[in-house]
């Protein structure tokens, strides 16, 4: 029986896993960590004497939080020996500045492994990562494998580089003896509803975007339930290293931006570098991924077959649209 | 949540009841109605360019487009999404067969049956970008060029293998790659069950605006080690021109003259355990023949070549128009080295570098035969 630390369980993703994870029979509690309050989906997994989930708000990117919570008493009393490093994603992916410029997200997964690699009792560390660290070369699609070189540029935008960073780190712990590190490489999720989370230009509020014309990369999906289920399946799995995982499908970053209701408006590539390098001189670092980012001209498709023969896991959802009683089409994924 | 989650059950634990058809759970098919409402923007320049082939008035669209009814916010945010009853789908599913002016005048019963044999085995994008609308759209205009413009001739295609993963190996030539498009449809038009090859392509063209969409939506896979060895492990056909780009930039003075061969193919084929069939296409050296290659010119505009040939640049872009040349497309014995060698021996530079130089060989045996 396993009792599992879920991050960001306040987040889309996060519920999505921590739902999964109670209706698995062999995990025995599930302590939820999130910066908002407890979503009330958890309320019907709180009922009795002693829940199965216990949820607590925390703000990850800060050292005395994180360090209070590994070493506090609650974390002795439900036995905690997995983490699930679910990323800060959703609205406001970037979330508040940490010191020195660092981005929250590299700070929390810094946080949190470090923090796992000193406990004594956590065993297992199962976190989600990007599958756009990989470099992308030039064509409307490439298959790229766990092997395939990652895009370690430093010009990149900070959101691309926090992903990296945050790679990277979990990278450097896959040989620790005392913590089995497990790193899942997912594509753009997407969720009914037309909710998309891990897109560096899509993420966020819906509205339009741009994109450069004469380009439409193909974009590799994956319903946020076969997210969850891959964790799940990697927290049973006696294994540790970087597995990418992914949906069925593939759809050109047009078509997904109106799945999603974020239109990709084509502009011309060199008024997008302008107002990239227009951007950036103003101040405005964090959105120069969003005109001239490498996935804008150059697509990906995941090769999930290390995924599959490690711990088994291959899609369940197909991911399309369908049109609902009200006549808008939504996105869906459906079971195959 | 799903309904096992309701029901306290999870996935593997045996008590797991079926779940309901598709078009009950969500009130149509989302991957057939759908995506026949999707239009990718490749298609929209097609259906523009049969319109103008026929006249916009005699046309029918290509595709009807199912167009979402506009809702309000208010209307969208108010309601929670009901479940509606089993429909048909509001638009006919889309590239079963090429439709518009073109299609029917060139494309015959025979090719259609083989285009929709294809088109049935491909469902919305696949992982390499290959789209059925973007194939069943651009197929008319390609049947015509390999029809009436260059009117080609096939010889020795049953030595085509109908299953497994196969290597076309080429020669290359005519500046503009008309040689690659009408390699595929050749292939595509001559076996049965129909085999659409997957043509290697520079990593150059993957940069290029609108090429690489076109060329991904055609089926055309940027020439990477994992996009190749990923084909071939799918069992597909792949083809290549292990000449590259000096093929396409050879001086009339080397015209059906083989160029040094890239030996990556050879690998994969040792790898992937894949026959090499040697393929001769006749013609294309005569598309477009290049008196002159200004190289300097090249490197100064990031060009692979810079051609002066006959037309071109003395009638500006109408100059790089091939001329209607016929072509022969002659096929060679499947040469099989992965019978003789292990998969370890794509290793040996040296092995791996001779077998490269005996289908090069082969090839130029096929051209030196059938070019007299």
């Not at chain 1, 070189?149 to 450097?172: G, K, V």
């Not at chain 2, 290697?200 to 940069?207: D, F, H």
């Not at chain 2, 080690?225 to 780009?245: K, T």
Request: net charge positive; aromatic share 8%.
């Amino acid at each position: 029986m396993k009792s599992v630390l879920v991050t960001h369980a306040d987040l889309p993703l996060g519920r999505r896993i921590v739902k999964v994870l109670w209706h698995d029979p062999s995990v025995s509690r599930i302590l939820a960590l999130g910066e908002g309050a407890i979503p009330r989906a958890f309320n019907a997994y709180r009922s009795g004497v002693t829940p199965r989930l216990v949820y607590e708000r925390i703000d990850l990117a800060r050292q005395r939080s994180v360090s209070d919570l590994f070493r506090s008493k609650r974390m002795r009393v439900l036995g905690v020996d997995s983490v699930v490093y679910v990323p800060r994603h959703g609205a406001a992916p970037e979330g508040p500045p940490v010191v020195a410029k660092i981005p929250a997200r590299t700070a929390e997964a810094r946080l949190v492994l470090h923090h796992a690699l000193e406990s004594r009792s956590i065993r297992s560390l199962v976190a989600i990562g990007s599958a756009f660290v990989y470099k992308l070369a030039p064509g409307n699609a490439n298959q790229l494998t766990e092997r395939s070189e990652l895009d370690l540029d430093p010009e990149l935008a900070p959101e691309m580089r926090s992903w990296i960073d945050s790679d990277m780190l979990f990278n450097a712990e896959f040989a620790s003896a005392r913590l089995r590190v497990l790193l899942l490489r997912v594509p753009t999720i997407v969720a009914s509803g037309g909710f998309i989370y891990l897109h560096p230009g899509l993420e966020g509020a819906a509205g339009m975007r741009v994109r450069p014309a004469g380009f439409d990369p193909l974009c590799s999906v994956i319903s946020d339930k076969d997210v969850a289920r891959a964790v799940r399946a990697a927290l049973q799995a006696d294994i540790t290293g970087v597995f990418n995982v992914a949906g069925r499908e593939v759809v050109p970053l047009s078509v997904l931006g109106r799945w999603t209701r974020r239109p990709c408006l084509p502009v011309p590539g060199p008024l997008l570098a302008l107002a990239s390098s227009t951007v950036a001189r103003f101040g405005g670092e964090r959105l120069r991924g969003r005109f001239d980012g490498a996935y804008l001209r150059y697509g990906m498709s995941l090769d999930t077959r290390r995924a599959a023969e490690a711990f088994g896991f291959t899609p369940r959802y197909r991911v399309g649209v369908a049109r609902a009683g009200d006549g808008v089409l939504r996105v869906e994924a459906v079971a195959i | 949540m799903s309904g096992d989650e309701r029901n306290g059950r999870t996935e593997g634990n045996g008590a797991k009841p079926q779940p309901p058809p598709i078009e009950v759970a969500l009130g149509s098919n989302p991957f057939v109605d759908a995506l026949a409402g999707e239009v990718d923007p490749l298609d929209a320049w097609l259906v523009a360019l049969d319109r103008l082939a026929a006249g916009a008035e005699n046309v029918v669209p290509a595709r009807p487009v199912a167009t979402p009814p506009r809702t309000t916010a208010t209307t969208r945010a108010a309601k929670p999404l009901p479940i509606a009853e089993p429909q048909a789908p509001e638009t006919e599913v889309e590239g079963v067969e090429p439709q518009g002016a073109l299609a029917r005048l060139v494309v015959g019963e025979e090719a259609n049956q083989k285009l929709a044999a294809l088109l049935g085995r491909i469902d919305g994008w696949d992982r390499f970008g290959l789209s059925r609308a973007g194939l069943s759209q651009a197929f008319p205009y390609f049947y015509a060029l390999y029809k009436l413009y260059f009117r080609v001739q096939s010889q020795d295609h049953d030595k085509i293998p109908t299953e497994g993963p196969i290597v076309l190996a080429a020669n290359h030539g005519g500046l503009l790659p008309f040689d690659g498009a009408m390699a595929v449809l050749d292939v595509l038009l001559n076996t049965d069950p129909p085999r659409l090859p997957r043509a290697i392509v520079e990593r150059w063209a993957g940069t290029l605006p609108f090429v690489n969409v076109f060329y991904a939506r055609v089926g055309q896979v940027v020439g990477t080690h994992e996009n190749f060895s990923r084909l071939l492990g799918d069992g597909e056909a792949v083809l290549v021109f292990p000449e590259g780009v000096e093929g396409i930039r050879k001086p009339i003075t080397q015209r059906y003259r083989l160029q040094r061969f890239h030996v990556g193919f050879v690998e994969h084929a040792l790898r992937e355990r894949a026959p090499i069939v040697p393929m001769a296409i006749l013609g294309s050296d005569d598309q477009a023949p290049i008196l002159f290659d200004v190289k300097p010119l090249a490197r100064l505009l990031g060009l692979p070549t810079a051609p002066i040939t006959p037309t071109f640049p003395w009638f500006g872009p109408l100059g790089l128009l091939p001329y209607p040349v016929r072509y022969r497309i002659v096929y060679g014995e499947p040469l099989r080295f992965h019978e003789r060698f292990d998969p370890e021996a794509a290793h040996d530079p040296g092995l791996v570098r001779a077998l490269a130089n005996q289908v090069r060989r082969a090839i130029q045996a096929l051209i030196d035969e059938h070019r007299r």
